[in-house]
């Protein structure tokens, strides 16, 4: 009797040695395998190391990592804007109210928001579809944005950026099995959270191509060959848009909207209009026709049907303020019942961040003429645009020098998506260890210069062709710096592997 504590002691050892974990590659979620998101991908983990390399005293033929890989304003020098930050530092510590430090229009919006706070602080929960006085907002800055076309406040979900919206409209349709299964249409190349958000919730991806030859353009004609496609083997019921584009920088003509509006009106699809970047326009004629105007414009037949949710973000644009995860999506001719349900799908997270929805209010209830921050306002904001739409050409013009890369113009959003011509023994070594040929090329990249960029295969591309993704957004100097560095070392690839 002594010795059976020893042995039920012996026993658990041995049961707690033998015991398998609960959770194991093999028991997870096979979706979220299945899960691959290039902009924060296997590069990106290496210019990390890197950096930590160089910190340590790690000699290397450079002296920074420049990352150039992700629409990160503020982390490439972009300065906020005074009357946003201002209007946030009196939410974040309203004592400041009580001073003259603040300009009046800047006390006045942070005592509105403050007002719709509980507790009048914006460390308390929100409305789970956002502050009703911000969604009041969003609505009159929409309905100013697209002419005086009414916009209602029930129909806008102040949302974590853009993303956080996307992924709850792609969750409300996603059903079915096998050839019932849903199909959502995205173009190639795409920005590839919408990649990742379909393989997370088992959806079937359909891709359709734009046209690089074109700039990029979106023509019908593939929508509907890539549809029909699809039809064998799903149920296609979205179409997602990017406009300006991302990565590929176009920026849509007022005609290709109406088209695809016609399209899914035709094809009874439910429209994803993901318009983050409607701000950044720099080419000489070309402009932002929100889908939402376009299709109120074409009339009741098309108004009063289409299905349509839209998607904006304060991250983009003249703001740059990723940190704060403000955001809106704006629902048109949704069901009713299926709106109880979105509403009670938002409910579950509680509510998106409140200091993001104090930034987003302030975005679209700026300074106004007369005001006394109107001026600084109107001056930072053009500058950052100004400054942007020079460096977009900048980048175009520089890359058409090099042999080897052509650059479609960047007409809009914050990137360059340029093609490569890859000597044949660099896709024969790339293939050898396992790398698509450009992450091979981005890769060696980073390893001898520094720079960080994503390769065009994360973002989906056609078959034999190679491109990376590279932002617009460091400072001119770094910016071209940069560029002369992609220059020297694709120009040393091309010997190296020829």
């Known amino acids: 009797q002594q010795c059976q504590p020893a042995l039920w002691k012996m026993t658990e050892n041995c049961f707690m040695h033998h015991r398998t974990k609960v959770l194991t590659i093999d028991t997870m979620n096979p979706n979220v395998k299945k899960v691959e998101y290039a902009v924060r991908g296997p590069i990106v983990q290496r210019a990390v190391q890197i950096e930590k390399e160089l910190k340590a005293g790690a000699k290397k033929p450079f002296s920074e990592v420049i990352r150039a890989n992700i629409g990160d304003a503020h982390a490439m020098g972009q300065r906020p804007i005074t009357f946003f930050r201002q209007v946030l530092a009196l939410c974040s510590y309203p004592e400041l109210l009580e001073g003259n430090e603040f300009p009046e229009d800047a006390k006045e919006r942070a005592r509105r928001i403050l007002q719709a706070c509980g507790g009048g602080s914006i460390g308390a929960y929100s409305a789970s579809q956002g ?71 088992g959806a079937v991806q359909i891709e359709y191509y734009l046209d690089e030859e074109n700039c990029w353009s979106l023509d019908v004609s593939e929508l509907r060959r890539a549809l029909v496609a699809a039809q064998q083997h799903c149920s296609p019921r979205a179409l997602c848009i990017i406009n300006p584009g991302n990565p590929t920088g176009q920026v849509q003509s007022r005609q290709c909207i109406e088209d695809v509006i016609r399209f899914a009106a035709e094809e009874h699809l439910f429209l994803m209009a993901d318009e983050v970047y409607q701000d950044n326009v720099y080419a000489e004629g070309c402009e932002f026709h929100s889908f939402k105007k376009v299709l109120f414009e074409m009339g009741p037949e098309y108004s009063d049907t289409v299905e349509l949710v839209s998607f904006h973000s304060t991250s983009k644009c003249y703001m740059g303020e990723c940190g704060f995860r403000g955001g809106y999506m704006e629902v048109i001719n949704m069901d009713p019942d299926v709106k109880v349900q979105l509403t009670k799908l938002v409910s579950v997270r509680l509510c998106p961040p409140v200091p993001g929805q104090a930034l987003l209010d302030v975005v679209v209830n ?11 306002y109107i001056k930072e904001r053009t500058s950052t645009l100004q400054v942007l739409a020079e460096k977009a050409w900048l980048t175009e013009e520089v890359f058409n020098t090099v042999p080897g890369i052509t650059c479609n113009p960047v007409q809009g959003a914050m990137y360059s ?11 024969q070594q790339a293939k050898e260890k396992g790398q698509a040929p450009d992450m091979f090329y981005c890769m060696k990249l980073l390893e001898e210069t520094g720079i960080c960029l994503v390769p065009g295969s994360g973002f989906g591309q056609r078959e034999g062709t190679y491109h990376f ?26 010997q190296q592997y020829s």
């Not at 700026?366 to 600084?376: H, K």
């Open 131 to 201: 502050i009703e006085c911000v969604r009041q907002d969003v609505a009159r800055y929409i309905q100013e944005r697209d002419g005086g076309i009414p916009c209602n406040p029930d129909n806008i979900y102040l949302s974590t950026g853009a993303s956080d919206a996307i992924v709850t409209i792609l969750k409300l349709l996603v059903c079915g099995e096998g050839r019932n299964r849903t199909g959502v249409m995205i173009p190639i190349p795409q920005y590839p959270l919408y990649s990742a958000a379909l393989a997370d919730l």
């Open 366 to 376: 700026p300074p106004r003429p007369g005001e006394p921050s109107f001026n600084t």
């Open 417 to 427: 998506f340029p093609r490569i011509s890859l000597p044949e023994r660099a896709i």
């Open 469 to 494: 993704r590279m932002t617009i957004l460091p400072p001119t100097d770094k910016l071209k710096i940069v560029l002369e560095k992609v220059k020297q070392f694709h120009q040393s690839f091309t």
